[in-house]
């Protein structure tokens, strides 16, 4: 294991006395999620009975609204308010430009204009949400349609540079591609995706004393909040949100909608709470997407594998009001060394629904093309893929020259190949059949950036002995909750049943979320750093009070175990000290923040994919059979949620590279599959054998306790490897995802 940095002594969590940290503990919130018993948003009871709200959406892409006649809504039974464009109460202007990282004003119904299928454009609220959808429906809307540009395929002319970017060009591309003896210059495209949340967003709102109380669905606790402030045109304080439990985000709730902006309106112009969620269609439509993308790869290589010239340009799109760029060549320039290299994006703005983050935004689609670009260089030289990798391995980071905090993407490679038995594979296509089977072994690297922000928490020490964790944090589904009760646990000495988390409270010390892969590092190092200050302020306590048996030793002696701290054979319980002490508790906050030098290192998290499939012989089905990740992530809090997050994202790798898709039908703009039978994800079947193995590793220069991210590393390349994986099977190269089976036969 490598080292741990010398941050705080004693550092309770690097000393890891109880070995509560890296077990796979059950999710602390695990059986209220499996007895349907945590209160989602829309779930929460507010102190009065609710009304329902229902959204309509603009059935044209580009346009305004000519005539909008909500006389029948309005009579319909229930009904309590029809809100469109022309009545909706006033609110903050909208930004000109979206920003993902601040918080921004998100007004809704806001004028008259359509800029994409599926916008919001009225809401009605009733009594029950069966009377507001059935009155939905009468809300009768003309329009005044304007031509609307929504084909990607068909502009990749019109693409600029997205604002303030440009190409990243090291050396001469150009002419060393020119001279290199084996060259790859293939163009790969992937397709809009949605996220498909099992939650939708959804929102419970309620007015008291002036106060805006909102739960509702969101990764961004703080940022939605002031959101939702200046949009309403309030003081910051006078918005209270809540988001306990969150069914999934995936970059999709980011941002708020209009769930959150419209309930909050309606429930202080009623009087009443209420609550809006959107359904599976308005999901698809009215949110983000992942924005389709067309990369072109070009690979100048010697014989001996070494690459000279690599470039990776990825053309993709987003809302014609936005700047949103997926990212899909930024991750090429950290992977293998080249001494002439050139990246960049191009970006067409189209009237379709807004393109978004969706998990490992850039990663996720730019990995399956780079990653196979290298699996045909390895056939064209006739070396193995694991070994030109290999032989592609950089010694500091190829564009900027700085060196790696900590980079074990080699032993990924080496491990896995030999766990997944990758010497049994036929380097020609073809060769082994099980049945109609054809049966192939492909691989491909993993790599995700790491972040750590800003962040704080506090822990408190109540006189029952009990510790509870609070942080404007959330848990998406990936085991905030279960991560932050271990670090507190540890930190101060007590069993995992002493500790309760409370997170996703605006009032709560802020941190910033989930996204990125920066949550876990990001909550737990505050969390690590209010534990310290509160074992500290414990032992000063119990160390200065005459009635401690600790009375009189030196704080920096006080032992924490199983609750009871002690100096040497003098103890007592934490619940003593408390009780007599501090009946009210004892509370520290912690505070972490980026280290100063944080900028000089390449830092990112690693893992290598192994896949075998089988291919149908007669109908061109692929079936995963096998499939391995060893990944190099930093010290692992929990590896039951840590697995979960990186099978997780190689489940979605399949599911790039055999089944997601959206389409646009031209005619309106709209994006067709909007029901999971129309948009396919693996299932069951789809999946054999899987497993994520990781690397003990702690990268010091991370953050206090070495942790990195996994929730985006597992879905890097995972798709890149299946694709791989088909063509060592039947010698079919797919370079247009998904690999439909028309598209093997
Ligand atoms: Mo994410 S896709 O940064 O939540």
Redesign the pocket.
């Known amino acids: 294991m490598s080292s741990v940095t010398e941050w705080a002594k004693p550092n309770p969590v690097t000393e890891n006395r109880s070995g509560i940290i890296g077990k796979a503990v059950d999710r602390y919130e695990g059986p209220l999620k499996v007895t349907g018993t945590a209160p989602y948003a829309y779930e929460v009871e507010p102190p009065t009975p609710a009304a329902y709200g229902s959204l309509v959406l603009s059935s044209i892409a580009r346009g305004r609204i000519s005539a909008i006649d909500t006389a029948a809504a309005e009579a319909a039974p229930g009904v309590k308010l029809v809100w469109s464009h022309r009545n909706v109460p006033a609110q903050a202007e909208r930004a000109k430009t979206l920003d993902f990282w601040s918080a921004q004003p998100n007004p809704a119904l806001e004028s008259d204009r359509v800029r994409y299928f599926g916008q919001p454009i009225a809401v009605v609220v009733a009594d029950t949400l069966e009377n507001a959808r059935a009155a939905a429906d009468l809300v009768k809307v003309s329009y005044e349609a304007e031509p609307a540009s929504v084909d990607f395929a068909n502009s990749l002319d019109e693409a600029r540079d997205p604002p303030g970017e440009s190409d990243t060009l090291v050396g001469d591309f150009e002419g060393a591609f020119a001279e290199a003896p084996v060259q790859i210059d293939d163009v790969w495209t992937t397709p809009i995706q949605n996220h498909i949340q099992m939650e939708p967003c959804a929102t419970t709102a309620w007015w008291e004393d002036g106060r805006c109380i909102v739960h509702t669905s969101v ?1 961004m606790v703080r940022r939605t909040a002031q959101s939702l402030a200046m949009t309403l045109k309030l003081d910051k304080d006078a918005v209270l949100l809540r988001t306990r439990y969150i069914g999934g ?6 941002s708020s909608y209009d769930d959150l902006t419209l309930a909050a309106l309606a429930s202080r112009e009623l009087n009443q709470p209420v609550k809006i969620a959107y359904t599976r269609q308005q999901m698809m439509l009215a949110t983000i997407h992942r924005p389709a993308t067309h990369m072109h790869v070009r690979l100048g290589a010697e014989r001996d594998g070494r690459l000279t010239a690599m470039s990776l340009m990825t053309t993709t799109h987003c809302h014609r009001s936005g700047a949103f760029t997926e990212h899909a060549s930024n991750f090429a320039r950290s992977l293998y060394a080249a001494p002439n290299r050139l990246t960049g994006h191009r970006l067409v703005k189209l009237d379709l629904p807004h393109a978004g ?5 850039g990663e996720a689609p730019g990995m399956l093309s780079l990653e196979c670009a290298m699996d045909e260089l390895a056939e064209k030289l006739g070396i193995d893929p694991v070994e030109l990798r290999i032989r592609n391995e950089p010694e500091v980071d190829p564009e900027t020259g700085k060196p790696f905090s900590l980079r074990q993407l080699v032993r990924c490679m080496k491990e896995g190949a030999q766990m997944f038995g990758w010497d049994r594979r036929l380097p020609r296509p073809g060769q082994v059949r099980d049945g109609r089977w054809a049966v192939g072994m492909g691989m491909a690297a993993a790599i995700r950036g790491n972040f750590l922000l800003p962040a704080k928490a506090s822990f408190t020490l109540d006189p029952n002995g009990t510790v509870t964790v609070r942080q404007g944090m959330t848990d ?1 589904g990936t085991g905030t909750y279960t991560v932050l009760a271990q670090i507190a646990a540890e930190t101060m000495g007590v069993p995992l049943s002493d500790v309760r988390v409370e997170i996703g409270d605006s009032e709560m010390p802020p941190a910033p979320g ?4 920066f949550g876990a590092a990001t909550a737990g190092s505050a969390a690590l750093a209010a534990g310290v200050n509160l074992r500290k302020a414990v032992a000063e306590l119990a160390t200065s009070d005459e009635g401690s048996p600790l009375f009189g030793g030196e704080p920096e002696n006080v032992v924490f175990q199983d609750g009871v701290i002690a100096i040497g054979n003098r103890s007592e319980s934490l619940a003593t000290l408390i009780t007599r002490t501090r009946p009210d508790g004892l509370t520290a906050e912690g505070e972490i923040r980026p280290a100063e030098d944080a900028r000089n290192w390449s830092q990112h998290t690693y893992g290598a994919h192994f896949c075998e499939v089988g291919v149908d012989t007669v109908t061109g089905e692929v079936r995963v059979r096998r499939m391995l990740g060893v990944f190099a992530a930093g010290r692992i809090i929990n590896h039951k949620t840590a697995r979960s997050q990186l099978t997780g994202g190689m489940i979605w790798g399949i599911g790039s590279a055999l089944h997601e898709v959206n389409a646009v039908d031209p005619r309106y703009g709209s994006l067709i599959a909007q029901d999971m039978a129309s948009y396919l994800v693996p299932v069951q079947a789809d999946v054999g054998e899987i497993e994520a193995i990781m690397l003990e590793e702690a990268d010091d220069k991370a953050n206090p306790m070495g942790i990195k991210g996994v ?2 590393l597992g879905i890097a390349g995972a798709g890149a490897a299946v694709a791989n994986a088909i063509y060592n099977a039947c010698g079919v190269r797919v370079r247009d995802y998904p690999i439909t089976p028309d598209k093997l036969l």
């Open positions: 990764q985000g995936f970059g999709g709730k980011g983050a969706m998990r490992a935004p998406i989930s996204g990125g892969q929730g985006e």
